[in-house]
């Protein structure tokens, strides 16, 4: 079983940055294109970032493209999301998620296979 771990949220003022980070368990993480999703209370989850197996590809929720960066470092298992210039509307549990079976920089939520436990984020104005 894939394990995922999230961490790196926290309680930040508008304007401000965080980083989460997402550690993998498993040999064959670099396999998997990897993404991350957000849920605030009373909404669905939607889609904020996606990379590629490789890191050449990504994608990104109209919403945090140019604010959000993510990256992977499959040598250590690990991916990540830069969060720059915070808003109160990225107030959110985020999740960190794996797909094993595609590779490729996914958006669709069925697509993933794995999820972690999720990290909050509380952005305040």
């Known amino acids: 079983q894939v394990q995922l771990v999230e961490s790196g949220g926290g309680l930040v003022q508008a304007g401000g940055s965080l980083r989460l980070s997402c550690a993998a368990s498993g040999r064959t993480f670099s396999s998997y294109a990897m993404g991350w999703f957000r849920q605030a209370p009373g909404k669905e989850r939607e889609f904020v970032a996606t990379i590629s197996r490789s890191g050449g590809r990504t994608n990104y929720a109209d919403s945090v493209r140019g604010r959000f960066t993510i990256s992977r470092d499959n040598a250590k298992n690990t991916v990540y999301l830069q969060m720059n210039s915070l808003k109160p509307e990225d107030t959110a549990v985020y999740y960190c998620?794996?797909?094993?079976?595609?590779?490729?920089?996914?958006?669709?939520?069925?697509?993933?296979?794995?999820w972690g436990q999720g990290t909050q984020v509380t952005v305040s104005s």
């Open positions: 998620a794996a797909d094993p079976n595609y590779g490729l920089e996914t958006s669709r939520e069925r697509d993933y296979d794995y």
